[in-house]
């Protein structure tokens, strides 16, 4: 089915629609932004005492002189960031004040299905869902945003997006005075109408917009144009791409060198020197930035590298420019303990323990040419299993994998060694048009034979669409697979 799909694409340049593709795709802002807004920091909660999130509509200034309907949680747009300890035990009461039925998914965390938050803990209007969990994991910048079947994209658009920062005995030697010299930075990407609301056109894919929504309006932290003041030599920074669809090359406008300290799952054990981050939507980066005394730098996202075609990179939005935030050091910077060499230990990838590799071919737009259907487990696996994943994206769309109450690291991609800023932990991962990934998943240690976790893609309107299964951990028997390999 991919095969016609993509064949349609290909016409596209030739059937007289060129001239609307082109005008559509290719935006940019570079040189439209001012700086004029304080970056936005979410409060934080700490979710070992009992936190309490309530989701809610209510209005946001977001471009000048205009005010724009939006959802959060305990506020108008995004959430607090909760945090909790490794080890601590958390519990969140989340009522849905929103005026139809949504669902909260604590993504990267290690939990108990029945707390994961997917599309099988709905909560209907009025009502309170309280999870509650013990943090296994290691120190990670995870996040949360709603997750119900066919409405993720709508949601997560509107605005119910947070962060859940993990800590653990080595989160204190970075930099970690939150809001000061440990800033986080969630991207999304808006479109917003005349008069004010956001444009939910192309939320789903259709016609000519086969990632779903492309905005040419960049948001951080919920703040529009934004600046932050930094008062230290280095500062970290945790980037979180919470957008439907673009994928994000970050980097800054002068090119300078940042270190690479955490991926999706959590610390590397040795920092990466690199200028260019690629980050598709839901996958995480922490970073360590130097600053000089006085200096003025914007944080940039360039053309990514999407894969494929031309076209490929015309409407998944390659030929984008944006920039993100700019940042302002102060006159005199406080100094900042050095990145040490050795960040911490225990991350190495673990021993394949499953003899039979999973074959998953994302198709247009299904997995292993199924969509999802709630009443079928696509696949049983064993706890803490090992399992090698053979990712085949043969089409000319980008898409990405993301495993529920799993971790993963990369093996190769196309046959050859991934990239150093990609040998990290990781539960969400990039699979470019016409290409291959490998990777090493493990799964979980909880048990639940009936409550399914899920693997999707992240593009959220191929979520929406169905392109997302079924996985549940059962006592016994290792790695059954239910799906049909590729055709
Ligand atoms: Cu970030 Cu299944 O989700
Ligand atoms: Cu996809």
Known sequence: RWGAAAAALVVVPSAGLAGFVWADAGRGNVGTLRFRNRLPIPPQLDASTGAALTLRSGESGLLPGRSTPTWGANGAILGPTLRARRGARVSVAVTNRLPETTSLHWHGMHLPAVADGGPHQPI????????????????????????????????????????????????????????????????QDRNVTRDGRLDEANLGFGGLATTGLLGDTILVNGGYDPYVDVVTRRVRF???????????????????AVTLVATDAGWLETPVRCTRLRLSPGERA??????????????????????????????????????????????TLRPSPAVPERLTTGVRRPAITVAEPFRLELGEFHLNGAVLEHGRIDRRVAPGSVERWEIRNPGQNVHNVHVHGASFHLLDRDGAAPPETERGEKDTVFVPADSTVTLAVRYGTHVDARTPYMYHCHLLAHEDAGMMGQYVVVGSGGVAPAHRHGE
């Open 238 to 256: 945790r980037l979180v791409n919470g957008s439907n669809a673009r994928v994000y090359s970050f980097g800054f406008a002068d090119h300078r």
């Open 124 to 187: 209907a209007p009025g009502a309170t869902w309280r999870p509650t969990w013990t943090v296994e994991q290691r120190a990670a910048t995870l996040w949360y945003h709603p997750h119900l079947h066919r409405t993720t994209a709508r949601h997560v658009y509107r605005g119910v997006a947070g962060l859940f920062l993990v800590d653990d005995e080595y989160s204190d030697t970075l930099p970690h005075d939150y809001g000061v010299d440990d800033v986080p930075l969630i991207v």
């Open 286 to 331: 922490e970073i360590v930035v130097e600053f000089e005394p006085g200096e003025r730098v914007v944080l940039r996202s360039w053309p990514p590298e999407l894969g494929g075609n031309v076209l490929t990179q015309r409407l998944a939005g390659g030929d984008d420019t944006f920039d993100v935030v700019q940042v302002r050091a102060a006159a």
